[in-house]
T-cell receptor, first 119, second 114 residues
């Protein structure tokens, strides 16, 4: 079974600084997808960024970028120029790529990292 | 385009009562997922459907939980009878069902069983 581990229950960063959230995963699959979701106090799950395992290039979305190390099974999220609106829970998630009886699989989530932005 | 719609947003009920949570996926999406979020267990997949057919229900905790998807635009998650340990936030998500799909989440239903 796949597992996703986020070893930092909480992180704090000064506004405008850079912070990196860690995520490791365990899988025997070679083709899969990795995601970072943001959950603000409203509880809405918001996709931040996604990475396809067969792509070497690290994904970026504006101030958000990932460091994907496939051999190490590591998938960290870097937030540059942190803003107050970035304060939230961040969840790392994994999904294997192939169909299981038709359609894509469900997500396996880590326990989350609570990100605090200090003004 | 409207996102995933869930109702009710909040539900308070007493132990032993039946609870029904509802979900309307994004139009055109053919995969639908139910997740549960608790402090102790985090976010966990309960069940998912593809083209209205249940594919994997191994995450459904007990026989008290059941889910249906009678058509492409509606799904229900039912708990009967409810217990205090069922208190959680229940999310519905939908996706296009392709290999490259991204799941989009509804706002969740916060359930409190007294």
């Amino acid at each position: 079974a796949q597992t996703v581990t986020q070893s930092q229950p909480e992180m704090s960063v000064q506004e405008a600084e850079t912070v990196t959230l860690s995520c490791t995963y365990d899988t025997s699959e070679s083709d899969y997808y990795l995601f970072w979701y943001k959950q603000p106090p409203s509880r809405q799950m918001i996709l931040v960024i996604r990475q396809e395992a067969y792509k070497q290039q690290n994904a970026t979305e504006n101030r958000f970028s990932v460091n994907f190390q496939k051999a190490a099974k590591s998938f960290s999220l870097k937030i540059s120029d942190s803003q107050l609106g970035d304060a939230a829970m961040y969840f790392c998630a994994y999904r294997r790529a192939y169909y299981s009886g038709g359609g894509a699989d469900g997500l396996t989530f880590g326990k989350g990292t609570h990100l605090i932005i200090q003004p | 385009d409207a996102g995933v719609i869930q109702s009710p947003r909040h539900e308070v009920t007493e132990m032993g009562q039946e609870v029904t949570l509802r979900c309307k996926p994004i139009s055109g999406h053919n995969s639908l997922f139910w997740y549960r979020q608790t402090m102790m267990r985090g976010l966990e997949l309960l069940i998912y459907f593809n083209n209205n057919v249940p594919i994997d229900d191994s995450g459904m905790p007990e026989d008290r939980f059941s889910a249906k998807m009678p058509n492409a635009s509606f799904s229900t998650l039912k708990i009967q009878p409810s217990e205090p340990r069922d208190s959680a936030v229940y999310f519905c998500a939908s996706s296009s069902g392709t290999k490259e799909e991204t799941q989009y989440f509804g706002p969740g239903t916060r359930l409190l069983v007294l």
